[in-house]
Structures are given as C-alpha cells and as structure tokens.
C-alpha cells in the first residue's frame, strides 16, 4: 500500500478499540528507580502526549489557528489521554521569515542583522529582556497579558498549555544591554555572543557560571508561571554542543518559580553520555535529530529508541521526537512541500508501534483540520496501544536481526507481556518470534492490539506476516485451565 491509500484505511470497527486494562495505575510507585530526581517534582509520571504546531505550522501560527487547535483537541483527542497543546518557535515576532533570506530555507526566521549584528527586526520584549507574545498575532495578550488569558483558555478545555523557548537571552537584550530583573546585572553581563545558535540567530547564550545568569532564567519562569504555563519546550540545549550549565539553570529556574511544569530539552541528538545529567534536570529529551516522514529516519529510530530504553522511567521520558502523521509542512514551511505524511500505511503502523512499545512521549504534529479523520481515529485513537504507552514497563528490544525486530514489555497491573514483531525489510516476509528468549513457557493466548482479534493460543513459537516496513503489537496472556 502506499500514501494514496491513507484515506481509504480500515473499517471501524478496527479503530474504536477496548481498552485492555482501564484500571488507573500509579505510576510513580511502579518504578521506585527515583533515586536521580532528588526532589524533583513528578510533573510526568507517564510520557506526555499532545499536540505541537511546528510540522504544520511552522513558527507562524496565530491565536485563531490555535484556539482552534484546542477546541479539536478537546473534542477528537482529550478522550485518549492527549492533553498538552503547544506553541511552537519564535511566537515574539510579529511576523517570521517574512523575508527571503538566501542563505536559509523558505519562511525561515532568522532576524536581519545590521554590520554590527544588532537586529534590525523587532522582537516584542520588555525592559527585563524576556521576550513576550506578538499582539498581533496573539490578541489576547494585550495589556501585559501575556498568554496567560490563551493558557486560561486551554485549562477550560480540560487540556493543558506549552510553549517553546530558545535557550539563552534575545540579541535584541544584548545590543540594548536590558536589565537582569531583581539584580544589578545587565544583559552584557551574562550573555555570550559567540555562543550564538547556529540554526536560528535570534539568540545568544548565556554563560551559566556569571553572575545574574540564574537570576535572568528565574525572572523568565517567574514570567511562565503567571501564564499558568504546563510545558516547556527548551530548543537548542543539546545541539553540539552539550550546553550542560544552562540545563542545570532551566531546572532550577523551573524548581523555584512555584509551579509545576514539564521540561522537554530539544534538539537531538541527545548524547548518550550525557543521560545521567539528563535524568537529573528534564522531564524528556529528544534521542533524535528533526525526525521526519522518510523511511531511513523511522529505521534509525529503532536504534536511538533501543540504545536509550535503560534510561526511560517515570518523570524521564526519551523523546523519539513529534509525530509526522496526517497534513504536514503547510505553505512549504518547516520542512519540504506542503503535503500529507510521506510515510506509506505499513509505516505508519510501524512508527506508532515502536513509539508506543518504546513508551517514546506522543507528540503529534500534523494539521487537524487538512488530516483525514481515518487516520486520526486509526493512529492516534487506539486504545490498546496508548495503553501500552502509558502504562507498560521493561521496555526494551529482544532482536533486530536480518530485517526482523521484536520488542518486548510487561503490562504494570497483570501478568500480560506485550510483543512489538516489525519487518524492516524491503519485501514482505514471515516473522518468528521465539516464546523462550523471554522463557515464556506453556500456553499463550495471543490478541493483535491494531485489530483486537484473538488468535489463539500458542506454545514455543509465534510468527505472522508482516508487510514491507510494517510492525504489529500483541498481548501474550499466560493459558491457565
């Protein structure tokens, strides 16, 4: 099957699958291995699922375009656990990319620069350097509003609200040479101009062992908070390099501003070497670099998936990143035409089935009005899947060998094993699982998680057909007479 078929999925009766176990778990008690989060806040017991506005969107979205985002997440997604909505990038500027720059892609946000390298591009800021809202594009966030009203919004929804930061303190602050809130500091103080982000010029870094540098990102959350924002997406943290100090001050900025929110540390990927601190001072973080809907990036995320399952624990949360399902790229921009997902049937089938046996957080980034209800209701709807997401443990890959992998995990509430099998091959083929190398002995009976049918018990072995690039989810429940 190919992308055309997209539309023409499944039956229903396919889709509004039972739940398999609707009793709620405590997750934090499931995994007692805390010992790395000190005091933290559980903010992210289970791996968040949501909605975000880059793949669509890009950086322009508006406050129409999202309020109405929100509304369709209340009504089509609320009711499968998708509860965190977010603004994604550069929200400060009245209107992004709205020049050709030649050296970037198409709508990229880059600011233009006079000689010095001051901005000529405005950013919406205050006196503090913290930057704030664009009225134009978010109305609501007049009279030094800010998002808050926007966030109110969300919450009355039932939902909860994120945003995007960049790391480090605006060029704008730096050439204006703004004050640090609260202390004698200015912006010149702490910020390092060399230390500018290579994808994305509106910032510079700040040195986290200066004076004032915590005291700028206390005076920012101390801004978030009164938003009533739920979810911080901090870009340009792990991207070469390891900025390991201004993590470090995002965490505690987050610990002392009073209200609980989810830290989420971009772009990958994320250095392994690096997941202890990880552990410590995120709630996830992305393992890959922008993950798009091309077959190579969802093959090299069975690798990044399986080199991190050790890490994955309540509150910390390996970030396969956003999910590129349904309408993608709107006016040419972020990445490639404007298009619906590149990924055939059989691959999405295998994306959310790695994502999910991997217990990956769920962020899908796809346009909700221009994607096909059939596919919302197939990939984003299942329940026994967002089950296995949310309340699976043991994670981890068993093979991946000779283009068949099998990943395996235990149910938190039952004696239940759950089985990933996927065919990364390029022709279809039988995969064979081999009940032993989990010394799963005796009798199993089998249900397929996609379709809910039960297949019948097994003994020693389980093997099924598995399409070109494509993936299937299972319960294996022990047979007792």
């Excluded at 303190?169 to 390092?192: C, H, L, S």
């Excluded at 009533?228 to 610990?255: C, R, S």
């Excluded at 049937?345 to 994502?355: C, I, K, N, Q």
């Amino acid at each position: 099957m190919n992308r055309r078929e997209l539309i023409k999925l499944l039956p229903a009766t396919l889709v509004f699958n039972e739940i398999i176990n609707t009793e709620n778990t405590n997750y934090e008690n499931i995994n007692p291995e805390l010992e790395d989060q000190g005091k933290s806040i559980i903010v992210a017991p289970r791996p968040p699922l949501g909605w975000n506005s880059f793949d669509a969107y890009d950086c322009r979205i508006n406050e129409q375009e999202f309020r109405a985002v929100v509304d369709w997440m209340a009504d089509n997604l609320k009711e499968v656990g998708f509860e965190y909505v977010v603004i994604d990038y550069i929200w400060f500027n009245d209107n992004p990319g709205n020049w050709k720059n030649p050296n970037r892609r198409h709508g990229h946000p880059d600011l233009q620069l006079n000689e010095d390298g001051s901005p000529k591009d405005k950013l919406i800021m205050d006196k503090f350097g913290r930057l704030l809202p664009s009225e134009k594009r978010f109305p609501s966030a007049a009279n030094n509003k800010g998002f808050k009203p926007l966030a109110d919004y969300v919450h009355s929804k039932g939902l909860k609200f994120g945003i995007h930061i960049m790391r480090g303190i605006p060029r704008q602050a730096y050439y204006e040479n703004t004050a640090v809130k609260g202390t004698k500091y200015f912006a010149k103080d702490i910020a390092e101009p060399f230390d500018n982000c290579n994808w994305c010029n509106n910032m510079f870094g700040v040195d986290a062992s200066k004076p004032g540098a915590q005291a700028y990102y206390d005076s920012l959350f101390e801004l978030y908070a009164k938003w009533d924002v739920d979810f911080i997406k901090a870009d340009d943290t792990m991207y070469p390099p390891y900025h390991k100090g201004e993590i470090e001050i995002l965490n505690k900025a987050i610990q002392k501003c009073g209200r609980p929110m989810v830290l989420s540390l971009s772009c990958g990927e994320a250095p392994l070497a690096q997941a202890n601190h990880l552990k410590q001072n995120a709630n996830m973080w992305r393992v890959s670099a922008d993950f798009w809907d091309k077959w190579p990036a969802l093959l090299h995320s069975f690798d990044l998936l399986n080199s991190w399952s050790s890490h994955t624990r309540a509150n910390r949360w390996p970030d396969g990143d956003m999910l590129p399902i349904g309408y993608l790229s709107m006016d040419n921009r972020p990445h490639g035409p404007e298009r619906m997902s590149l990924f055939t049937v059989d691959e999405h089938y295998t994306l959310m089935t790695l994502f999910c046996i991997a217990r990956s957080p769920l962020i899908w980034g796809g346009d909700p009005f221009k994607t096909p209800k059939e596919i919302v209701d197939t990939f984003l709807k299942n329940k026994n899947l967002i089950y296995v997401n949310q309340y699976s443990t043991d994670n981890r890959q068993v093979f991946h060998d000779k283009n068949s992998v099998a990943w395996i995990a235990k149910d938190t509430k039952s004696n239940t094993r759950y089985l990933a099998l996927f065919n990364t091959g390029e022709e279809k083929k039988k995969v064979t699982f081999n009940l032993e190398l989990e010394h799963l002995r005796g009798d199993y009976k089998i249900k397929d998680l996609w379709t809910n049918e039960e297949l019948g018990t097994f003994k020693g072995t389980f093997a099924t057909e598995i399409n070109a690039h494509g993936g299937k989810l299972y319960s294996l429940t022990k047979f007792t007479t």
